[in-house]
């Protein structure tokens, strides 16, 4: 769920700030660079976020690279520019980067049919997945709904499964006329265009991207980020409080959301950017390939056909949301979030050449964008034209409360007063499947009913509610962290998972 707003909270608020046509200077960007410190360090104070790192790269170089807080709470250790995050869906823009990279070499085309390259893959629709191009979910306008293959992720099977599982969710609106934002598709993009290498995705993207420019901390395997002993911890934001509850293991959508990396390497990332692949004064990816990924694909108004004169939300490139400030000049950016713990964001206007990256180790709230947009106000204008951390909050708590909302939380509802009796329990017992979840089993142990959920057979024990409702206690990225409802339905027949319902509809039929 959380993706769904990050799409679009990326938020071209560069756009509306007052025109200054005067260009900018050293002295610019270093009036703005001690701006930036101060209300970091005030943003800090105010927020209470654990842990964050920012860098600035201005005219071809890093002018400012900076850690501020803690890795982990409750711990000594600084983070420093060093610190390695998890990213989230900043990783999409590096992801789109490496496939550029491919293009320029003559290795694969944008415009590549998904079918020819990975045979195997399916969308629901037969006629779209016979059409679908590379650059078609790259700029996720396949039609796949919004968080397809997400819960599978959560649910434990492996990227393989999920996008051979994407066959079962029905498209969400007209293929190359609707925008639906999907880290499984852009995965499914990113891995067609490396099958003809032979290669994995993690070794190519060290081949062609990371180990090309220094990126010496940067990773693709979760691994990697485990084994660092300078990373950052995430943090969950609950009841005002940040605590390191959870962690988040996200190869399977390693393309979409599974880099690690620290600010220093993002640094070199923005200056490869900036330069149209160059770096270090050698060509790492072709101009015109990677300008293509620069260019708006799509509108990201979703629900209907949008003519672009009248697009409202912006323009979606190739993994880079693209827009334009006051003045026409371009902006590229991202953000990137793990409701259990990490916020982050990368803004570029390539004609000032400067940029900005911001990570940080809690549930996001906005701050990242906040602190970049405020940044860019600094260099442009002297001053921050608007409170964007408080503009921001409102749009984030949505996001938030959407997720935790996402199905019933029986743990914020009063018990039954005469709740009705259960059947004997081994009534329920059985397995139940679903062809896009598998197969899921109850089963009774000591006069308990217990849950055991695809695809790891995951331990649950279930408590009784009323009648045929029980409830169980569930904690994922995207159907939050709750006290969910399993209903049997029609005499035992059938079983509904609700937190499962957001993806799919949620009922599993019994088989035995």
């Given at each position: 769920?959380?993706?769904?707003?990050?799409?679009?909270?990326?938020?071209?608020?560069?756009?509306?700030?007052?025109?200054?046509s005067?260009?900018?200077?050293?002295?610019?960007?270093?009036?703005?660079?001690?701006?930036?410190?101060?209300?970091?360090?005030?943003?800090?104070?105010?927020?209470?976020?654990?842990?964050?790192?920012?860098?600035?790269?201005?005219q071809?170089?890093?002018?400012?690279?900076?850690?501020?807080?803690?890795?982990?709470?409750?711990?000594?250790?600084?983070?420093?520019?060093d610190?390695?995050?998890?990213?989230?869906?900043?990783?999409?823009?590096?992801?789109?980067?490496?496939v550029a990279?491919l293009?320029?070499?003559?290795?694969?085309?944008?415009?590549?049919?998904?079918?020819?390259?990975?045979?195997?893959?399916?969308?629901?629709?037969?006629?779209?997945?016979?059409?679908?191009?590379?650059?078609?979910?790259?700029?996720?306008?396949?039609?796949?709904?919004?968080?397809?293959?997400?819960?599978l992720?959560?649910?434990?099977?492996?990227?393989?499964?999920?996008?051979?599982?994407?066959?079962?969710?029905?498209?969400?609106?007209?293929?190359?006329?609707?925008?639906?934002?999907?880290?499984?598709?852009?995965?499914?993009?990113?891995?067609?265009?490396?099958?003809?290498?032979?290669k994995?995705?993690?070794d190519?993207?060290?081949?062609?991207?990371?180990?090309?420019?220094?990126?010496r901390?940067?990773?693709?395997?979760?691994?990697?980020?485990?084994?660092?002993?300078?990373?950052?911890?995430?943090?969950?934001?609950?009841?005002?409080?940040?605590?390191?509850?959870?962690?988040?293991?996200?190869?399977?959508?390693?393309?979409?959301?599974?880099?690690s990396?620290?600010?220093?390497?993002?640094?070199?990332?923005?200056?490869?950017?900036?330069?149209?692949?160059?770096?270090?004064?050698?060509?790492?990816v072709?101009?015109?390939?990677?300008?293509?990924?620069?260019?708006?694909?799509?509108?990201?108004?979703?629900?209907?056909p949008?003519?672009p004169?009248?697009?409202?939300?912006?323009?979606?490139?190739?993994?880079?949301?693209?827009?334009?400030?006051?003045?026409?000049?371009?902006?590229?950016?991202?953000s990137?979030?793990?409701?259990?713990?990490?916020?982050?964001?990368?803004?570029?206007?390539?004609?000032?050449?400067v940029?900005?990256?911001?990570?940080t180790?809690?549930?996001?709230?906005?701050?990242?964008?906040?602190?970049?947009?405020?940044?860019?106000d600094?260099?442009?204008?002297?001053?921050?034209?608007?409170?964007?951390?408080?503009?921001?909050?409102?749009?984030f708590?949505?996001?938030?409360?959407?997720?935790?909302?996402?199905?019933?939380?029986?743990?914020?509802l009063?018990?039954?007063?005469n709740?009705?009796?259960?059947?004997?329990l081994?009534?329920?017992?059985?397995?139940?499947?679903?062809?896009?979840?598998?197969?899921?089993?109850?089963?009774?142990?000591?006069?308990?009913?217990?849950?055991?959920?695809?695809?790891r057979?995951?331990?649950?024990?279930?408590?009784?509610?009323?009648?045929?409702?029980?409830?169980?206690?569930?904690?994922?990225?995207?159907?939050?962290?709750?006290?969910?409802?399993?209903?049997?339905?029609?005499?035992?027949?059938?079983?509904?998972?609700e937190?499962?319902?957001?993806?799919?509809?949620?009922?599993?039929?019994?088989v035995?």
């Amino acid at each position: 769920m959380i993706a769904k707003i990050l799409s679009i909270a990326a938020l071209t608020l560069l756009v509306g700030a007052p025109a200054r046509s005067q260009a900018t200077s050293s002295s610019d960007i270093n009036t703005a660079l001690t701006q930036l410190d101060a209300y970091i360090r005030d943003s800090m104070q105010k927020t209470h976020v654990p842990g964050l790192a920012v860098a600035v790269v201005y005219q071809g170089h890093a002018v400012f690279l900076q850690g501020y807080g803690v890795r982990k709470q409750g711990a000594a250790a600084k983070v420093d520019p060093d610190t390695v995050f998890e990213i989230a869906s900043v990783s999409k823009p590096i992801a789109s980067t490496v496939v550029a990279s491919l293009v320029g070499e003559g290795q694969v085309g944008w415009d590549d049919r998904i079918q020819t390259l990975d045979p195997h893959f399916a969308l629901a629709d037969r006629a779209v997945t016979a059409q679908l191009t590379i650059r078609d979910l790259f700029a996720h306008r396949s039609g796949l709904p919004t968080g397809a293959g997400d819960v599978l992720e959560d649910l434990g099977y492996s990227r393989p499964e999920i996008l051979d599982r994407i066959r079962f969710v029905s498209l969400a609106g007209p293929f190359r006329q609707t925008y639906h934002y999907s880290n499984f598709g852009l995965t499914e993009a990113a891995i067609a265009a490396t099958l003809k290498t032979g290669k994995t995705w993690e070794d190519l993207s060290e081949q062609q991207l990371y180990s090309k420019i220094g990126m010496r901390s940067t990773s693709s395997r979760y691994t990697d980020y485990d084994n660092n002993p300078n990373k950052a911890a995430l943090h969950y934001l609950r009841d005002g409080v940040y605590k390191n509850w959870f962690v988040r293991e996200a190869d399977a959508e390693a393309p979409a959301g599974g880099v690690s990396t620290n600010v220093r390497d993002l640094a070199a990332f923005m200056e490869l950017q900036l330069a149209d692949g160059v770096f270090n004064g050698q060509r790492v990816v072709a101009k015109a390939a990677l300008d293509e990924t620069h260019q708006p694909q799509m509108c990201r108004d979703e629900v209907v056909p949008v003519p672009p004169a009248k697009c409202k939300q912006g323009y979606y490139g190739l993994g880079w949301n693209v827009g334009q400030t006051d003045e026409g000049e371009l902006t590229l950016s991202h953000s990137g979030a793990f409701d259990l713990g990490a916020g982050t964001a990368i803004y570029l206007i390539p004609s000032r050449q400067v940029g900005i990256v911001v990570l940080t180790n809690g549930t996001p709230i906005g701050l990242p964008e906040a602190i970049s947009l405020s940044f860019l106000d600094f260099f442009r204008y002297g001053q921050a034209k608007r409170d964007y951390l408080a503009l921001l909050k409102p749009i984030f708590d949505d996001m938030l409360k959407e997720t935790q909302d996402s199905s019933v939380d029986y743990s914020k509802l009063a018990l039954p007063t005469n709740p009705a009796p259960a059947r004997g329990l081994s009534a329920y017992a059985g397995t139940y499947v679903s062809a896009y979840y598998g197969p899921l089993r109850i089963e009774v142990e000591a006069n308990r009913l217990i849950l055991r959920l695809p695809p790891r057979d995951a331990y649950y024990e279930l408590s009784h509610w009323d009648a045929d409702t029980f409830t169980y206690y569930f904690a994922s990225e995207n159907t939050g962290v709750a006290r969910r409802g399993v209903k049997f339905l029609g005499g035992g027949k059938q079983v509904l998972v609700e937190n499962l319902a957001i993806a799919n509809d949620g009922v599993f039929t019994r088989v035995d």
